[in-house]
């Protein structure tokens, strides 16, 4: 017997498609959330807010587990983020997470600094997942990261993608 559950997930969309994707979830009925946040944008003649999404390229879906490969089918929807080869599970308290956050303020920005030469950073993602190093050297989208451990140091090329800054404490 198969459980039928429902689980969050986030999708990539098209660059600038998050509103586009929302829109065809909505029409078809599936459970989504495309957090936005006011951005005021300056024109020539102008000043205007508008809702840009939280998230870039991203929208978070609930859907059953039967039914979340047809997701792929939706114009917009790229692939599942995924984490170890499976479309990742985003924890429902995550999600109620963001939307207190939005709903206490008003203006959010996800930010990430620019990786910098001796940075303390994180590995988001593989083998090394949340390893913590530092950053030696980059070389387009690779970089080099020390990560001593066990009284051992090793050097390794790591996608730029995967990694994070740790914030100094």
């Known amino acids: 017997m198969t459980e039928n559950k429902h689980y969050w997930h ?25 957090p936005l946040n006011k ?10 807010i508008v809702l840009e999404p939280l998230f870039k ?4 879906v ?3 587990e039967n039914r979340k490969w047809d997701l792929l089918k939706i114009e917009g929807i790229i692939n599942y ?8 599970k985003i924890k429902e308290s995550e999600i109620v997470t963001i ?3 939005l709903k206490e303020f008003k203006i959010a920005e996800v930010v990430q600094g620019p990786l910098e030469i001796n940075t303390k950073v994180k590995v988001k993602q593989g083998a090394l997942m ?3 190093g530092i950053l030696l050297h980059i070389s387009g989208n690779r970089a080099s990261v020390k990560i001593e451990s066990m009284g051992l140091q090793l050097t390794t090329l790591i996608d730029k993608k995967n990694l994070e800054i740790v914030p100094a404490e």
């Open 57 to 60: 390229s991203y929208v978070f």
């Open 39 to 48: 951005v005021v944008k300056q024109w020539s003649d102008r000043k205007k």
């Open 99 to 101: 939307r207190k956050f």
């Open 130 to 132: 949340n390893y913590q």
């Open 10 to 34: 986030a999708v990539y969309t098209r660059p600038r498609w998050e509103k586009k994707v929302a829109s065809s979830l909505e029409a078809k009925g599936i459970e989504f959330y495309c």
């Open 62 to 64: 609930q859907v059953e």
């Open 81 to 88: 983020v995924s984490w170890l080869g499976r479309p990742a």
